[in-house]
T-cell receptor
Framework: DAGITQSPRHKVTETGTPVTLRCHQT?????MYWYRQDPGHGLRLIHY???????DKGEVSDGYSVSRSKTEDFLLTLESATSSQTSVYFC????????????FGQGTRLTVV | GESVGLHLPTLSVQEGDNSIINCAYS??????FIWYKQESGKGPQFIID?????DKRQGQRVTVLLNKTVKHLSLQIAATQPGDSAVYFC????????????FGAGTRLTVKP
């Protein structure tokens, strides 16, 4: 899977708790992305990064923050998880941005109860 | 608002037949399109892409057709195999928003033996 590892793969958490999802790549790609996937919505971009410490918001960024202190790691944080954030989260990487081929991780299934 | 969508949510074909999966888009600024395949429990996998200066592109057993006049994209799979069973997403992006790739909701392809 193109050297992308997401952790954890599954998580159940309670409403109001903070949650951090990790994406680790071994490809040294510049661009990294976090998407969420929900039935009927396809994949929607949460945040993306175009370099170390360079991040920007996507379509559904409210309630999420990200950090990228190293090329290989992109963290997604839910500061105070809500039930609406129950979803499957995918990390993706690309060499030159989303107008080129992107490689996706296996996904993290997050359930907020 | 402008969106990427799919004509059919499900498609069932016999093994060996050709499959055609359709996608409509409405953003005239989009200039890059990708088809992704997602198998159960996995992340999306790049299949084929096409830029707006082309109307057809072929890969191994797959062909993507782009009709800019009617803003329509299709994925043709020749001699469909059981391993082709998956959810297929079309996605679009543009020069001005090359990090905001929008995905359709997906079409589930089932191949019957």
């Amino acid at each position: 899977d193109a050297g992308i590892t997401q952790s954890p793969r599954h998580k159940v958490t309670e409403t109001g708790t903070p949650v951090t999802l990790r994406c680790h790549q071994t490809e040294n790609h510049r661009y990294m992305y976090w998407y969420r996937q929900d039935p009927g919505h396809g994949l929607r971009l949460i945040h993306y990064s175009y370099g170390v410490k360079d991040t920007d918001k996507g379509e559904v960024s409210d309630g999420y923050s990200v950090s990228r202190s190293k090329t290989e790691d992109f963290l997604l944080t839910l500061e105070s998880a809500t039930s609406s954030q129950t979803s499957v989260y995918f990390c993706a990487i690309s060499v030159r941005g989303m107008n080129t081929e992107a490689f996706f991780g296996q996904g993290t299934r997050l359930t907020v109860v | 608002g402008e969106s990427v969508g799919l004509h059919l949510p499900t498609l069932s074909v016999q093994e060996g037949d050709n499959s055609i999966i359709n996608c409509a888009y409405s953003n005239s600024a989009s200039d890059y399109f990708i088809w992704y395949k997602q198998e159960s429990g996995k992340g999306p996998q790049f299949i084929i892409d096409i830029r707006s200066n082309m109307d057809k592109r072929q890969g191994q057993r797959v062909t993507v057709l782009l009709n800019k006049t009617v803003k329509h994209l299709s994925l043709q799979i020749a001699a469909t195999q059981p391993g082709d069973s998956a959810v297929y997403f079309c996605a679009e992006t543009g020069l001005l928003a090359n990090n905001d790739m929008r995905f359709g909701a997906g079409t589930r392809l089932t191949v019957k033996p």
